[in-house]
């Protein structure tokens, strides 16, 4: 039998995972040293189980997963994220993150439901590939994206009900300025349409022009319209940055900021995500930060 891990073991490879995977969690930046751990021990079990269902690959795997392996593995750590909340060690390849995970969430009194919504969304992307209406992608947002925010703030130690539901309209209209810059990027991945089919039915516009390599007015409307549903979003949870501490409050700004300037990019693009894909380059960063800083046309 190996030794067994140590709890500070558990942290300091979690926040291994989290300073060298290509993806970060929106907000991890400007955290408080004290937080860090507990953040890193989130981002490593949503990040790990995000790449078994998007990538199909899981710690230790020896190649990629097929969908139905995938959706087992993302059961198995479900069930493993309510032992480690409850105290129970958790004997598999993953012991390194859920010592730390159920730590952390029983540390800050954190319901491990926030977790499984996580998993849920991405056992979700293994398997749809379309959405009837926006009705289905705002529920797979409040799974996918919503619980970041809250954990987030939970670390903080804010747990009000107006403070979520800020923070839920941002993290929601966060994904779907990500949905609505890679409509191309989804399409050429695996033929996933986060656009709903209602609404391009509504503008007389089809999924097939989305693989023709321009977006047609129809379409375009049809985007244009989405992007609006964003930026109504992005509105209703801005006040949330005002009644924040810092530096959690600067990240908040600097994050709506982002996906707001996202949205403004596809409007210059003409609707058109289909022919381009809208990015923030490093001149933009640099008048995020400085937007931030000051509060600047925030």
Same mark, same amino acid.
């Given at each position: 039998m190996?030794?067994?891990m140590t709890?500070?073991e558990s942290y300091a490879?979690?926040?291994?995972?989290?300073?060298s995977?290509?993806?970060?969690?929106?907000?991890?930046?400007?955290?408080?040293?004290?937080?860090?751990?507990?953040?890193?021990?989130?981002?490593?079990?949503?990040?790990?189980a995000?790449?078994?269902?998007?990538e199909?690959?899981a710690?230790?795997?020896?190649?990629a997963l097929?969908?139905?392996a995938?959706?087992e593995?993302?059961r198995?750590?479900?069930?493993?994220?309510?032992?480690a909340?409850?105290g129970?060690r958790v004997?598999?390849?993953?012991e390194?993150?859920?010592?730390a995970l159920? *730590?952390?969430?029983?540390?800050?009194?954190i319901d491990?439901?926030?977790c499984? *919504?996580?998993?849920?969304?991405?056992?979700?992307?293994?398997?749809k590939r379309?959405?009837?209406?926006?009705?289905?992608?705002?529920?797979?947002c409040r799974?996918?994206a919503n619980?970041?925010?809250?954990?987030?703030?939970?670390l903080?130690g804010?747990?009000?009900?107006?403070?979520?539901?800020?923070?839920?309209?941002?993290?929601?209209?966060l994904?779907?300025?990500?949905?609505?810059?890679?409509?191309?990027? *989804?399409?050429?991945?695996?033929?996933?349409?986060?656009?709903?089919?209602?609404d391009?039915a509504?503008?007389?516009?089809g999924v097939e022009?989305?693989?023709?390599?321009?977006?047609?007015?129809a379409?375009?409307e049809?985007i244009?319209f989405n992007?609006?549903?964003?930026?109504?979003l992005?509105?209703?949870?801005?006040?949330?940055?005002?009644?924040?501490?810092?530096p959690?409050s600067?990240?908040i700004?600097?994050?709506?900021?982002g996906?707001?300037?996202i949205?403004?990019k596809?409007?210059?693009?003409?609707? *058109?995500?289909?022919g381009a894909r809208?990015?923030?380059?490093?001149?933009?960063?640099?008048?995020?930060?400085?937007?931030?800083l000051?509060?600047?046309?925030?």
């Amino acid at each position: 039998m190996g030794a067994v891990m140590t709890l500070e073991e558990s942290y300091a490879r979690c926040g291994a995972l989290a300073r060298s995977h290509y993806e970060n969690f929106p907000v991890a930046r400007l955290i408080p040293r004290r937080l860090r751990p507990h953040v890193a021990a989130i981002y490593a079990f949503a990040r790990t189980a995000d790449d078994i269902a998007d990538e199909g690959y899981a710690p230790g795997g020896d190649g990629a997963l097929a969908s139905g392996a995938r959706l087992e593995a993302l059961r198995r750590m479900d069930a493993q994220c309510v032992a480690a909340h409850a105290g129970a060690r958790v004997e598999t390849d993953l012991e390194w993150i859920f010592l730390a995970l159920g *730590d952390t969430l029983r540390r800050f009194d954190i319901d491990p439901g926030l977790c499984l *919504d996580l998993t849920s969304a991405f056992a979700q992307d293994v398997t749809k590939r379309r959405y009837a209406d926006f009705g289905e992608v705002l529920d797979y947002c409040r799974r996918s994206a919503n619980p970041v925010g809250r954990l987030v703030l939970l670390l903080h130690g804010y747990s009000d009900a107006r403070r979520f539901a800020q923070s839920d309209a941002i993290c929601t209209a966060l994904q779907l300025a990500n949905f609505w810059q890679d409509v191309a990027v *989804d399409w050429k991945k695996d033929g996933r349409v986060y656009l709903p089919l209602e609404d391009l039915a509504r503008f007389g516009a089809g999924v097939e022009e989305i693989g023709r390599g321009k977006a047609s007015p129809a379409l375009r409307e049809c985007i244009r319209f989405n992007v609006d549903r964003a930026q109504a979003l992005f509105d209703e949870g801005k006040p949330l940055a005002g009644s924040l501490r810092f530096p959690l409050s600067l990240e908040i700004r600097a994050t709506w900021l982002g996906g707001v300037t996202i949205l403004r990019k596809i409007r210059g693009l003409g609707y *058109d995500t289909v022919g381009a894909r809208p990015r923030i380059n490093s001149g933009d960063k640099l008048r995020l930060l400085f937007r931030a800083l000051t509060g600047w046309g925030f």
